[in-house]
């Protein structure tokens, strides 16, 4: 039976990558990778050197999938996700069973960790639900941007005994936090932070995190709101993507 391998390789350094990754990525005939379009052409790069270093034990071939467009200007979020999610389900179910013969090991390299906010291990349990195509799926877990962001701040996500929210910045805002919990946010590109009007407020913040660009800022959050959304917005025009995360929570002391 065909095998497929979710690997997670870190969320920015390519030394993040874990020896139970290297070890997957060894087996691997053949890697999927997807395109979404010219701003994410550093992240196609960063997993096929990912391949260029870990996969030299026996040749490899490198399939890249299209990623059909999602409709961004959708008012029904859930619905255009669902619908988007579809088609990728169908696009990825036609690679496997076309260029993965039944005796191969094929791999989609993920960044960060499959289980946090992406869509790959949704789309290949779609791809199984469908029958039409047989494999056996192992997930490899990677270093995600959280992890990446509390190692490069040198804090803990949570104090002494507390709980740790994860969320995105469109639920930051629908969810009206009052800045009395440990909260991490990813997928903002309207920079959320800036609606909390609790000045008692810490942000730890970085972006492109274990990249050569790492920028990293703390402190509090109203007296650098205006500073993080104009570095964003300059470093966003400069490469013309961007990738942040940051943390929320009370002001108080935090250290390693
Ligand atoms: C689609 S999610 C993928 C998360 C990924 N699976 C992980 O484990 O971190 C993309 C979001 O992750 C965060 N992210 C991923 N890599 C990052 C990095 N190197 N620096 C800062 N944020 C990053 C950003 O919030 C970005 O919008």
Not at 157 to 173: F, S
Not at 190 to 213: H, Q, R
Request: aromatic share 8%.
């Amino acid at each position: 039976m065909r095998k497929l391998k979710l690997i997670g390789i870190g969320a920015g350094n390519p030394d993040y990558i874990t020896i139970q990754a290297i070890n997957a990525l060894r087996e691997v005939d053949v890697v999927f990778v997807t395109d979404k379009g010219e701003d994410t052409a550093d992240l196609l790069r960063a997993r096929k050197e990912v391949c260029e270093r870990y996969m030299q034990a026996k040749p490899y071939r490198i399939i890249e999938i299209q990623d059909p467009r999602r409709d961004r200007n959708s008012a029904a979020y859930r619905s255009a996700v669902t619908a988007w999610h579809e088609r990728r389900a169908a696009l990825y179910e036609q690679v496997i069973r076309e260029q993965l013969s039944d005796d191969e090991c094929g791999a989609f390299l993920v960044w960060g960790d499959p289980s946090l906010y992406d869509s790959t291990l949704r789309i290949i349990d779609q791809v199984a639900a469908r029958g039409t195509v047989n494999f056996q799926c192992e997930i490899i877990p990677g270093i995600t941007s959280i992890q990446a962001l509390a190692a490069r701040h040198k804090i803990s996500l949570n104090q002494i005994g507390e709980a740790v929210h994860i969320t995105t910045g469109r639920r930051l805002i629908e969810d009206q936090y009052t800045g009395d919990a440990n909260i991490v946010v990813l997928l903002d590109g309207e920079c959320s932070f800036k609606t909390i009007a609790n000045d008692n407020v810490d942000i730890y913040w970085g972006a492109y995190l274990g990249t050569p660009d790492e920028i990293l800022l703390s402190g509090k959050l109203n007296e650098l709101s205006e500073q993080i959304q104009q570095l964003r917005a300059q470093a966003r025009k400069q490469k013309g993507w961007i990738m942040d995360t940051y943390l929320l929570r009370k002001r108080g002391t935090s250290s390693c």
